[in-house]
């Protein structure tokens, strides 16, 4: 489907390029905010992800089994130099909360970073701060990201 037909994209955001069914002028922003915050949208009788729409208006066909991934993790910033395509693997890393928990058990060093790969829970280490949890979690990532 050319949704260059249907939506005009103007710094992330899609624009009607005529009036809706749904009430919506021409030049309104398409779309409503989902409770999952995404910007769902209405194009030939499917609902789909706005963010999904603009990297095919501006890149062409998403690839059987990749995803669109916002790289600041920002659902709702859908400029194209925020968006990448990449696997479900890669997705989950950028997306998956910051993999440090407190113990409360661990007096000295209560913070416990971890991180999912692979449907493998890994633990990374014990650190006496916050910060330095997120840091070791953050590395640790980066070193998984690198070598997919």
């Known amino acids: 489907m050319d949704y260059n ?6 710094d992330g955001k899609l624009y009607n390029k005529f009036k809706r069914r749904n009430g919506s002028d021409k030049g309104d922003r398409a779309g409503t905010l989902a409770p999952s915050g995404y910007r ?12 999904r729409v603009i990297w095919e208006m501006l ?11 916002h790289i600041n993790r ?3 910033d859908n400029r194209i130099e925020n968006l990448r395509v990449v696997t479900g693997s890669v997705n989950r890393h950028n997306n998956n909360g910051t993999g440090v ?10 913070y416990n970073a971890q991180i999912k790969h692979q449907q493998k ?4 280490g014990y650190y006496g701060t916050y910060c330095g ?10 070193k998984l990201i690198t070598l997919a």
């Open 121 to 124: 829970h890994i633990h990374i």
């Open 40 to 51: 769902l949208c209405y194009a030939n009788k499917k609902i789909v992800r706005e963010h």
């Open 101 to 110: 928990r407190i113990d409360k058990r661990a007096k000295a060093r209560p």
């Open 74 to 76: 920002n659902k709702a």
């Open 133 to 142: 949890a997120l840091m070791a979690r953050m590395m640790y990532k980066l």
């Open 5 to 10: 037909e249907i939506f005009e994209y103007r």
């Open 59 to 69: 890149n062409g066909k998403i690839p059987k089994g990749l995803q669109i991934d």
